[in-house]
């Protein structure tokens, strides 16, 4: 339980595994399935199913549904479907992982010392490859790894525009106000900011200032008198939700009238308003791939598991 | 460090108040964000926050992933167990969104639930899978949850049993050498780190990929967030079961993140320390030895900040606890370790508050040169609903934390864990970063340029220096002035000057929150500041000034929860510590703290019509709104604490 844990084999073993199962799925896994003839029909026993009912009466506390009694046949089933899979794409041949599960599972019963080559053979023997829960698991977990990234390439340039051109709004980034205020604090003159306020909007409509010798009008803004590239959010975040909404609505280059947010009456003058933009997607373009991999994945596999379920033939007897 | 940061960013002094960067010398880099502000902007975030990959989440029926947890800091709703029967179902959605978020899921056990949860391992088939799978779907409806003070299924035990062995193992149903649950646990962290690269959107929203490193060695709580500053972060999460020290888990991010991963960067972030017995801020190695000035600067640099705020109560100081200062009362526990029953007056060893880490740390660098607890603060809500951010004092008796187990009023006052009427909305963490960008925000934390707060959003700056002008807050452009003449927050005081005469002079600036749409924040009522220091003796000593405001009165009515009087919006001031003596270290923090409001608690009990002078006829499901654990906090002032600004003799 010391720290050198952390380095021992099986850790990194299954770290550095995990890692390749992702990032290098593409070249780790077989591209191909391995000829094999592929027994597409599944029995399921009634005492299979049964005990798939028993299963689930006794973790939900609950009777299955004949819906519910064929979700778990079908679910069931795919996992029996991309088992065989795994077996037809020989990843059970060059699985280190379940080279090294057999070899431990057979370590377990023998008590002699045998070579790794030997200890996978006889486990194989025992036929421990093909009914072992742990197995089976990696086998499904890495199927559907497999059906998810296969055939995946690193994006092209042209698959990332079009994603990104067709889920523009995903990736659409809100308005940014730029601008100025002239303030009129309420903790200085309490309930006489509005009054102040409107007598610098007349000056302000009659003589054209500029906005620096504007804001000189009202009193020290403790938030700054000018505001560069704010999202409504964070105006309303300095300012209050009423400044925000002014910012999002005022023409740009004219100063608003008064009106009061909990610091005091402002005027506002917006300088610019970059409407809501989606960015350039050179701007982007790492985390539109990550979204647009993570998307295909998801379709990719759901496509895959129709194919399976068309191909399969499942009965119950 | 910070100063020489701090120093860099200088050099463009006719720029108006806002930051802007147009002077002929000023720098601002080629892919700045549009609000690129080199005197920093304020971005309020969450680091703090579990979903459906945390033990706890998903045994209180959660079932949202960290995706969700990002949709909601951006402010999309969430729904909230129990989802059956459909009077029980809920969903929220924050008022405000945040700027940045990490889901910081318990790394404890990521492998194991899966193991549990998917069909293949042959652990599914174990006792504790089956019964956790029962727990987990007893949790998500309400007719079957069970009753509060009811003692808990026995797999909260076992795993409990594992989080406070100080020697903790794996479950037996791991594997042969814990190799199904470590499968298992890198593919969950694959996804924590898939779901922060998704949402990351650079100048917008900034995620974090991160984990929660969960040790409970003796039932101390010593939990620790680690947060990493990008998407290079080591294969596996370094979990209690793992590194059962903290000096471990820091030993494991050296070596396999800062020296072992060109790129990856990674800070430590201790939390509720309230409930460590005083072990979160033990100044002294993983075999007891004391620190070396190297030990110190390590922990230093790795673990820059301390989360003094959450739902599990307040971590800054507790009255009597080493300090009298009568506003160390804000939602404290009445008991040192969480699972303890609450027991008003039972001792509680001083190290269980930053407050006194900072001191012990002016102690300790006296002794060997270096300061191991140089703390900047964070608040966070510690939420198990994947609800980051959601703080809100009015919103948190009608969401809870803590998935079905505190989803109803009776539920959430007398579940005595993690929740309960001593438990609270949490807090935020404010950062004064240059902009929105994992970098820009990650260095402000390990800077320590962040504030903590109770859980409301006001505006606080301090900077410290030896020429900052006694007008300076009139000035329109007052913080770039004291940032010319000062360091902010989380800085050391550079040398004096020749011919400085006096103390130091701290730039204390706040603004009111001025609250969420629909809703009027609260004014300010005062701003202090706290001093720590070593006396002539070696002995460590507080104080605390009233700096600025103060004056106002403000009322709140304990029946309909409205309030009254008057406060500030925005309060300034340039303070000189009077009290300065050249030859002692010290800290200086501020605190500033809101006009009084009702606690969530009293919003919930008027609402039951809960009755305390008729106790007899208080339902015992309500008992605790009667509770003496919370007399004296039917009403509180939200606050927020600036990290400090540190000063060394050494530098003059």
Redesign the interface.
């Known amino acids: 339980?010391?720290?050198p844990?952390?380095i021992?084999s099986?850790?990194l073993h299954?770290?550095?595994?995990?890692?390749l199962l992702?990032v290098g799925a593409r070249w780790l896994l077989p591209s191909e399935p391995i000829e094999r003839a592929p027994d597409t029909r599944i029995v399921i026993s009634e005492l299979q199913v049964a005990a798939l009912l028993s299963q689930y009466e006794?973790?939900?506390?609950t009777v299955a549904t004949d819906e519910v009694r064929a979700e778990l046949i079908q679910r069931f089933a795919e996992?029996e479907m991309l088992c065989r899979e795994a077996q037809r794409w020989g990843l059970t041949d060059n699985n280190q992982?379940i080279d090294?599960?057999l070899r431990?599972?057979m370590a377990?019963v023998s008590d002699e010392e045998h070579s790794d080559e030997e200890l996978e053979r006889q486990a194989r023997a025992l036929g421990l490859d093909s009914d072992d829960?742990?197995i089976?698991?990696?086998l499904?977990?890495n199927m559907r790894l497999l059906l998810s990234t296969k055939g995946e390439q690193e994006p092209t340039d042209a698959e990332v525009e079009t994603y990104y051109e067709r889920q523009r709004s995903r990736f659409t980034?809100?308005a940014?106000m730029t601008g100025w205020h002239v303030f009129f604090?309420?903790?200085l003159r309490q309930s006489s900011v509005m009054a102040a306020a409107r007598a610098a909007k007349a000056k302000l409509d009659a003589e054209a200032l500029e906005p620096?010798q504007a804001?000189e009008l009202g009193d020290?803004s403790?938030?700054?008198?000018?505001?560069?590239?704010?999202?409504a959010?964070?105006l309303?975040?300095?300012?209050?939700?009423e400044f925000a909404k002014a910012a999002e609505s005022l023409p740009e280059g004219q100063w608003s009238e008064p009106f009061e947010?909990?610091?005091?009456a402002h005027l506002l003058l917006l300088k610019e308003r970059?409407e809501p933009e989606t960015p350039p997607l050179s701007d982007?373009r790492a985390?539109v791939a990550?979204?647009y991999k993570?998307s295909q994945r998801q379709e990719r596999l759901g496509a895959a598991m129709e194919a399976l379920r068309a191909r399969y033939e499942v009965v119950v007897e | 460090m910070a100063f020489a940061f701090s120093l860099a960013l200088l050099g463009c002094d006719d720029s108006p108040s806002s930051g802007s960067c147009e002077g002929p010398d000023c720098v601002v880099p080629p892919d700045a964000c549009p609000d690129y502000n080199r005197l920093r902007n304020p971005y309020v975030g969450e680091l703090h926050a579990h979903t459906v990959y945390s033990f706890d989440s998903i045994m209180a029926g959660v079932t949202v992933d960290p995706r969700d947890l990002y949709r909601f800091a951006l402010g999309q709703s969430i729904d909230l167990p129990p989802f059956a029967p459909e009077a029980a179902q809920r969903s929220t959605r924050l008022r405000r969104p945040l700027d940045f978020a990490a889901a910081t899921d318990h790394a404890e056990f990521f492998g194991e639930f899966r193991v549990c949860t998917v069909p293949g391992f042959d652990g599914f088939n174990s006792d504790f899978c089956a019964d956790l799978r029962a727990q987990i779907e007893v949790s998500q409806d309400a007719d079957r949850l069970l009753e509060p003070g009811e003692p808990l299924p026995p797999v909260f035990a076992e795993i409990a049993f594992i989080l406070v062995d100080p020697a903790p193992e794996r479950f037996p149903f791991c594997g042969i050498d814990d190799e199904d649950c470590l499968a298992e646990t890198s593919m969950v962290w694959r996804d924590e780190q898939a779901a922060a690269e998704e949402f990351y959107d650079r100048c917008t929203f900034t995620t974090f990929a991160a984990y929660e490193w969960t040790g409970n060695p003796g039932n101390a709580n010593i939990h620790r967030n680690v947060i990493f500053r990008n998407d290079t972060v080591p294969a596996l999460p370094t979990s209690y079961i793992d590194a059962p020290k903290p000096q471990e888990l820091w030993s494991a991010l050296d070596a396999q993140c800062l020296k072992g991963l060109p790129g990856c960067d990674v800070l430590s972030i201790p939390h509720s320390s309230n409930f460590s017995k005083g072990l979160m801020f033990e100044p002294t190695n993983a075999d007891g030895s004391p620190l070396s000035k190297e030990d110190a600067e390590f922990r230093a640099a790795i673990e820059p900040l301390v989360e003094i705020h959450q739902h599990k109560g307040n971590s800054e100081c507790k009255v009597g606890v080493l300090t009298n200062d009568e506003d160390c009362g804000f939602e404290t526990y009445e008991k040192a370790a969480i699972v303890d029953p609450s027991s008003p007056g039972a001792f509680v060893p001083p190290l269980s508050f930053a407050r006194n880490a900072l001191k012990e740390g002016l102690v300790q660098d006296e002794a060997i040169g270096a300061n191991p607890f140089e703390l900047g603060f964070v608040g966070a809500s510690d939420t198990h609903n994947a609800t980051a951010g959601a703080t809100h004092e009015g919103d948190y008796r009608k969401t809870g934390h803590l998935g079905a187990l505190d989803w109803e009023p009776r539920r959430l006052l007398r579940f005595l864990y993690v929740s309960g009427v001593e438990s609270n909305g949490g807090g935020l963490a404010i950062v004064w970063a240059e902009e929105n960008s994992r970098d820009a925000i990650f260095h402000a934390l390990k800077r320590r340029e962040v504030y903590a707060t109770s859980g409301t959003r006001p505006r606080l700056r301090l900077f410290g220096g030896w020429n900052i002008p006694a007008d300076a807050c009139t000035s329109r452009n007052a913080v770039e002035i004291a940032d010319q003449n000062g360091v902010p927050m989380g800085g050391t005081l550079p040398a004096a000057p020749d011919g400085a005469s006096g103390g130091p002079q701290f730039f204390i600036s706040a603004q009111q929150d001025p609250g969420p749409e629909g809703e009027t924040g609260t004014p300010l009522e005062r701003i202090q500041i706290i001093k720590g220091w070593v006396d002539a003796e070696g002995n460590a000593q507080e104080k605390v000034f009233d700096v600025a405001g103060g004056d106002r009165t403000a009322d709140v009515d304990l029946n309909t929860c409205e309030v009254s009087g008057e406060g500030y919006a925005s309060l300034c001031t340039v303070w000189t510590d009077p009290e300065f003596v050249p030859g002692q270290r010290a800290f200086y923090y501020a605190r500033i703290f809101e006009n009084p409001v009702c606690r969530w608690s009293t919003m919930l009990c008027n609402e039951l019509g809960v009755d305390c002078t008729d106790i007899d006829n208080v339902p015992a499901d309500f008992i605790e709104c009667c509770s003496p654990v919370i007399e004296d906090q039917k009403v509180i002032k939200e606050r927020a604490w600036s990290s400090p600004i540190w000063y060394r003799p050494e530098t003059l």
């Open positions: 339980m010391k720290l844990k952390i021992k099986p850790i299954f770290a550095l595994l995990g890692l992702f006794a973790t939900t506390g996992e992982a090294l599960r431990q599972k377990f829960a742990v089976r698991s990696m499904v977990h980034r809100p940014r604090s309420k903790d620096e804001v020290v403790p938030s700054g008198a000018q505001f560069k590239g704010q999202l959010h964070q309303a975040s300095r300012f209050g939700s947010t909990p610091f005091g970059t982007i985390r990550a979204v993570s």
